[in-house]
Nanobody, 118 residues
Framework: QVQLVESGGGLEQAGGSLRLSCAASGIIFRINAMGWYRQAPGKQRELVATITRDGSTNYADSAKGRFTISRDNAKNTVYLQMNSLKPEDTAVYYC????????????WGQGTQVTVSS
């Protein structure tokens, strides 16, 4: 089994910054890429950013230039640095892990709330 635990969410003003962390434990070798997704009220979960084990990254257009995803393989942790926050970034942010064998995001954290006030 794989467990993912997010932390770092909270309330921030527009233009501010937050850093999310996601710590993985359990059968770590099952995880290949990791990513951050978010879900706003009444909307579907959407991609924010992903990072492969070797550090290749991918960002949603809404995140490009403002958010940075990184990972520390020694600590089994992935981060999302969010700068220049906007009210539309308000959502529950989920950390996901891609299973090495299925190629799907089979592992999810419980989510952390990010609220950006205008």
């Amino acid at each position: 089994q794989v467990q993912l635990v997010e932390s770092g969410g909270g309330l921030e003003q527009a233009g501010g910054s937050l850093r999310l962390s996601c710590a993985a434990s359990g059968i770590i070798f099952r995880i290949n890429a990791m990513g951050w997704y978010r879900q706003a009220p009444g909307k579907q979960r959407e991609l924010v950013a992903t990072i492969t084990r070797d550090g290749s990254t991918n960002y949603a257009d809404s995140a490009k230039g403002r958010f940075t995803i990184s990972r520390d393989n020694a600590k089994n942790t992935v981060y999302l640095q969010m700068n220049s926050l906007k009210p539309e970034d308000t959502a529950v942010y989920y950390c996901g892990g891609m299973d090495t064998y299925t190629g799907k995001y089979d592992y999810w954290g419980q989510g952390t709330q990010v609220t950006v006030s205008s």
